[in-house]
């Protein structure tokens, strides 16, 4: 099945700087991948997402690039806010698994006033 | 009801014992999902359904079933619960499976002991 590997695991930031997270996945097939924003004690909410037909996406503050080649993609947040701290999951979807999402281990986000 | 719940929204349970996890969800989304989310292990896969009738595996299905007899309910049985499968339990539900956002409900905290 897909694998999906997410890094780092834990990032620190100052307030007003840029923050990236990267994904790889394993399966060259997939074609669809979200992000979730997950803050403490709640549920995993979409912020943005990138189909494969495409590079890179961007809305407000939050981008998504894909590198098909490479089989690895990118959430970038610019002009960093203490409301975004929170933990950051990436997902990769194929046919091969049924069109399932399989999720990277997360990045605890901390953005420091 | 607005958008997908879950129930409880925690519990202990003696190992051995059996329990089931509700979750109910009135978008009319065709599909939905079971995950288990733990530390430094994102959130995987248990089983899923994309419609009505029908369920798959996920990632971690061992230990656990589901059911689909409507459209809104999707629930999780524990047949005979192990201290391994102490997690916090999220339901999701989309439209269809694929390209589509995943809406989470707000996760059962579950505790065996």
């Known amino acids: 099945g897909e694998n999906v590997e997410q890094h780092p695991s834990t990032l620190s930031v100052q307030e007003g700087d840029s923050a990236v997270i990267k994904c790889t996945y394993s399966?060259?097939?997939?074609?669809?991948f979200p992000w979730y924003k997950q803050e403490l004690g709640k549920r995993p909410q979409l912020i943005i997402d990138?189909?494969?037909?495409?590079g890179e996406k961007k809305d407000q503050r939050i981008a998504v690039t894909l590198n098909k080649t490479a089989k690895h993609f990118s959430l970038h947040i610019t002009e960093t806010q203490p409301e975004d701290s929170a933990v950051y999951f990436c997902a990769a979807s194929s046919a091969n698994t049924g069109n399932q999402f399989y999720f990277g281990t997360g990045t605890s986000l901390t953005v420091i006033p | 009801i607005a958008g997908i719940t879950q129930a409880p929204t925690s519990q202990i349970l003696a190992a051995g014992r059996r329990m089931t996890l509700r979750c109910t969800q009135d978008?009319?989304?065709?599909?939905m999902y079971w995950y288990r989310q733990d530390l430094g292990l994102g959130l995987r896969l248990i089983h899923y359904s994309n419609t009505a009738g029908t369920t798959g595996k996920g990632e971690v299905p061992d230990g656990y079933s589901v059911s689909r007899a409507n459209t809104d309910d999707f629930p999780l049985t524990l047949a005979s619960a192990v201290p391994s499968q102490t997690s916090v339990y999220f339901c999701?539900?989309?439209?269809?499976?694929?390209?589509?956002?995943?809406?989470f409900g707000p996760g059962t905290r579950l505790t065996v002991l």
């Open positions: 999701a539900s989309s439209h269809t499976s694929g390209y589509n956002e995943q809406f």
């Open positions: 399966d060259s097939a997939s074609n669809y």
């Open positions: 990138i189909r494969s037909n495409v």
């Open positions: 978008m009319r989304h065709n599909a």
